[in-house]
């Protein structure tokens, strides 16, 4: 981001107008015109730039954050602005009239050479637009897509407008920017000389190795990274993907790239058959991205073609040229033109029995090929002649014409009246596809009705019904229950193009944050009162499935526990992820949510509401942790699933026996023994395995390693719903149901003061306030209390404790005696006392003579006995969830 010296030079450099300077100091000092959100169909994303040093909105992931992502790494760049003020725009519409209407363009762009606007549009979008008629888009002659009402806008100011078509998207370059953009980073230090003199001593005997050789070779590869952001070492970023090591060609230098590629290129020129080549004259046909064409007419400046769908289009004679000698656009094989087209698809199409009929027929007309003697008529034998001379004229292949064509014969055409089909299309249009609309039974009454009073014979109740199954079921459920309903049978998104893989390409990129509310009933480790369900917030690595962490909760979803998990996946692995997905619950838009999100430089993508398929993996884990572990555990949920059928003596409530902390421990285990060590379908490898893999492959990246500190732990600590609380001067603060002081406290100038509190939900004992200008450490009123305890017996103790309150009727307030008189009974427990022999082992290593003599002793008065692990011989075969966008 430029500063207010590095900005004036910028005005100066580019001589903008005293008008395009106003604007741009307005753009730079507002908001965004709107907060972009996910739809139906789009993937709205907050982007974390470190080029402005703020989050960007993208309003599509497969679109507009690519274009970020570019804008982000490249140096003519210097600033970027998402939702810029909006502009007016005047043209003519689809209609032929006049239209006139304000519209916030996508990005406002500080560039060199280039100052304003930027409309990002999908390419189908574009061309759509272009063919209604409207002249809000059109398409020069070089090819590019412009808007004129918005080129005149711009020019009164003395800025710019530009268009940016999704086909301008580079997606492997994306991929490649997002998988080297933590070595790029200033932070990332140089590879030590020794590491960098091995590589460059195996690179200067060949000029190009593949990459995975390299990180074969004992070579960190984070040193290979470091090397090639730095170029000292070089490769294709614009066509190949680092993410794919067995197919990435690591060069010495840019002079030995060219060498291979025209190494490349002369290997391969005798290969090159003449008939691709195109001589651009009408009739000629020529195939572009995949689709044949046809030049139908050649003027001074465009060439007008048409597809096989007759559908006409027009570019720049220079464009195609340029798209000949680029070998974009080639002339059709032989194979290609549309007659053999025509007959390739005949003969695929055609079934066992006509192979077999045709077969025949050709052995009969050419008894010279056939391995045994067969006949057939003079007259059917000329017939057969015929159709192959003609089918070898006509289409190329006289076999074609040998091919029975019995099943088109016959009257394609229903038998039924016109107009009753037109009688039964209204009736499932007026009546039956309606929300709330009625049965297929009284809709039949309708139409029987309508055809009695017309005179015509009523159809049959199974004729109606298949009438309805001509429409599409998918929207026929959608219009009667809704799009919700009709979402599980909705077709699933195919992803055909090249574009950044849903899963990301390396551990730690992409990651899914989601809540569920576990299906077990639990109870109170002390007098085993029923506390019903808790809520399990978890983060899985989307590349290998693995659980980065997860929080066990008695409280609804919210951002404490957005933020406790992320907080928990630093504390275990030092890390969060690039990339996270959430769903669109309030809790994932909070602003403290964002900001951890944006200080962490990860970014934020909200999946469209109401499409659990954009979020299969955790979706699937939970299906998964419910089918091996939560339902073969006593107490689970299964029996309420069918209440009109349960037995008292078989309700979960009262079966119960799983308290949070012994459940916390099993949880662990099955995550760590079992899911994590299991062979996933998806990946072929076990989540562990691939968490393994992957870091080898894609380095560790140590420099982005995040220390877990004070600084981070108050950065993650949630507040109260007022987000202030009111100094007492005799007692403190008081942050839900205990008060906390600290000496600063004692200044007359904070009573009765309102200031920003953080609290722990899993340490009690402990709080923050911020005065004048640091954080101050608060203790509790109990604090040797609750010092006394581990974070983990605080965290259950609460947990638990506030499940209890939830079921008392008084709701009489909870302080922090009651707190701590808990904690002291739950000494007792069966848990409490493990904890404290834990402890005495642990003071006892301290003394090796007499740890050996109090083990003998008890060994010697100990029964024989043996203890079975439950993880042990367990078999699982896990399945893979549905793959979709």
């Known amino acids: 981001m430029l500063n207010k010296n590095e900005l004036a030079e910028y005005f100066q450099r580019n001589k903008l107008s005293a008008d395009a300077i106003k604007t741009i100091n307005y753009i730079r000092t507002s908001e965004p015109e709107r907060r972009v959100e996910s739809g139906s169909t789009n993937v ?37 602005y998402d ?52 002249e809000l888009f059109v398409r020069d002659y070089n090819g ?66 593949l990459l995975k050789s390299l990180i074969d070779c004992d070579i960190d590869a984070d040193v290979i ?94 464009v195609i040229e340029q798209m000949v000698k680029d070998g974009v656009i080639t002339g059709l094989p032989e194979e290609k033109y549309p007659e053999r087209l025509i007959a390739e698809q005949l003969v695929r199409g055609a079934s066992p029995e006509d192979y077999e009929h045709a077969l025949y027929r050709y052995r009969c007309i050419f008894p010279e090929n056939a391995d045994e003697s067969v006949s057939a008529s003079p007259r059917a034998m000329r017939k057969w002649n015929s159709l192959y001379r003609h089918s070898a004229a006509t289409y190329g292949s006289g076999f074609l014409g040998l091919l029975p064509k019995i099943h088109n014969r016959g009257n394609r055409n229903r038998k039924i009246d016109q107009k009753v089909i037109v009688i039964m299309d209204s009736v499932i249009e007026d009546h039956y596809a309606q929300p709330g609309g009625k049965s297929k039974a009284r809709c039949w009454g309708e139409v029987s009705l309508q055809c009695e009073e017309l005179g015509l014979v009523a159809p049959s109740e199974k004729t109606f019904k298949s009438q309805i199954e001509r429409y599409s079921q998918n929207e026929i459920k959608a219009v009667r229950e809704g799009e919700k309903a009709a979402y599980s049978e909705s077709e699933f998104f195919w992803r055909l193009e090249l574009t950044t893989p849903r899963h990301g390409d390396r551990p730690f990129e992409i990651a899914h944050i989601d809540h569920t509310e576990l299906d077990i009933q639990f109870v109170g480790s002390k007098r085993g009162e029923n506390l019903q369900k808790a809520w399990l917030t978890v983060m899985i690595d989307a590349n290998t499935r693995m659980v980065l962490a997860w929080v066990l909760m008695f409280d609804a979803p919210s951002y404490r526990s957005c933020m406790a998990v992320i907080r928990n996946c630093v504390k275990r692995h030092g890390r969060v992820p690039k990339t996270i997905i959430v769903d669109q619950g309030s809790e994932f838009k909070s602003t403290y949510f964002d900001c951890l999100i944006a200080r962490l430089e990860s970014h934020k993508k909200m999946r469209p509401g109401s499409k659990p398929r954009f979020g299969s993996i955790v979706e699937r884990f939970f299906g998964i942790n419910n089918q091996l572990f939560i ?3 006593r107490g689970n949920n299964l029996g309420l699933q069918k209440p009109r059928s349960l037995s008292k003596s078989h309700d979960p409530r009262k079966l119960a026996v799983w308290t949070l902390p012994e459940f916390h421990e099993a949880f662990d285990g099955f995550l760590n023994k079992v899911y994590s060590k299991c062979e996933h379908s998806a990946l072929g490898v076990s989540p562990e395995e691939a968490m393994a893999i992957g870091m080898k492959q894609s380095g560790i990246r140590k420099h982005v390693l995040i220390p877990y500190t004070r600084d981070f732990i108050i950065m993650c600590l949630p507040s109260t719903r007022k987000g202030t609380a009111k ?49 101050a450490d608060c203790r509790s009123e109990l604090a040797a209390e ?42 007792s427990t069966e848990q409490g006392l493990l904890n404290q022999q834990r402890q005495l082992d642990t003071q006892a290593a301290s003394n090796l003579q007499v740890v050996t ?31 979709n966008e």
Request: with cysteine; hydrophobic share 35%; glycine share 4%.
């Open 83 to 134: 939702q810029p003020q909006k502009v007016k725009l005047t043209y003519l519409g689809k209609n032929g009239r006049r239209s006139t209407h304000l519209s916030t363009p996508d990005y406002f762009l500080l560039q060199e050479g280039f100052a304003g606007w930027v409309e990002c549009k999908p390419e189908e979008k574009l061309q759509q637009i272009a063919d209604s008629g409207s």
């Open 144 to 209: 590019k897509w412009r808007c004129p009402p918005g080129e005149a806008y711009a020019e009164k100011l003395g800025l710019k407008f530009i268009v940016r078509s999704s086909a301008e998207n580079n997606f492997i370059y994306v991929r490649n920017l997002e998988f080297l953009a933590d070595y790029f980073d200033v932070r990332c230090p140089s590879p030590e000389p020794t590491d960098a003199d091995k590589v460059i001593e195996m690179m200067s005997e060949q000029a190009w190795v």
């Open 853 to 883: 003599s109090y083990q003998s002793k008890q060994l010697e008065s100990a029964p024989d006995s043996t203890k079975q692990d439950v993880w042990q011989n367990l078999t699982i075969k896990m399945i893979g969830e549905f793959d």
């Open 225 to 318: 990274y470091k090397m090639i952001a730095d170029n000292s070492l070089y490769f294709n970023i614009t066509q190949d993907l680092l993410a794919e090591p067995e197919r990435t060609i690591i060069f010495r230098d840019k002079q030995a790239a060219e060498a291979y590629k025209i190494h490349i290129m002369s290997s391969q020129l005798p290969a090159i058959s003449p008939s691709r080549a195109l001589n651009i004259a009408v009739g000629q046909s020529f195939m572009w991205d995949g689709r044949a064409w046809k030049i139908i007419n050649v003027g001074d400046h465009d060439i007008f073609m048409e597809d096989a769908d007759k559908a006409i289009t027009n570019l720049g004679k220079n």
């Open 631 to 633: 339902h073969n555990l």
């Open 44 to 80: 709205a994303c907050n982007y974390s730039s470190k080029k402005m040093k703020m989050t960007i909105q993208a309003e599509s992931h497969t679109n507009e954050l690519a274009a970020l992502v570019t804008w982000d790494f490249d140096d003519a760049t210097r600033e970027i």
């Open 786 to 827: 609750f010092e006394s305890r581990t974070e983990k017996e605080i965290n259950i103790a609460t947990q638990e404790l506030r499940a209890r309150m939830k079921r008392e009727v008084t709701r009489r307030g909870i302080n922090a005696q009651i707190i701590a008189n808990y904690l002291r009974e739950t000494t």
């Open 727 to 775: 100094v007492e001067p005799s007692r403190g603060v008081k942050i839900g149901y205990i008060y906390y002081w600290t000496p600063e406290f004692r200044d007359s100038a904070y009573a009765k003061t309102d200031v920003e509190v953080r609290y722990d939900p899993f340490n009690m004992s402990v709080a923050v306030v911020w005065l004048k200008n640091h954080w």
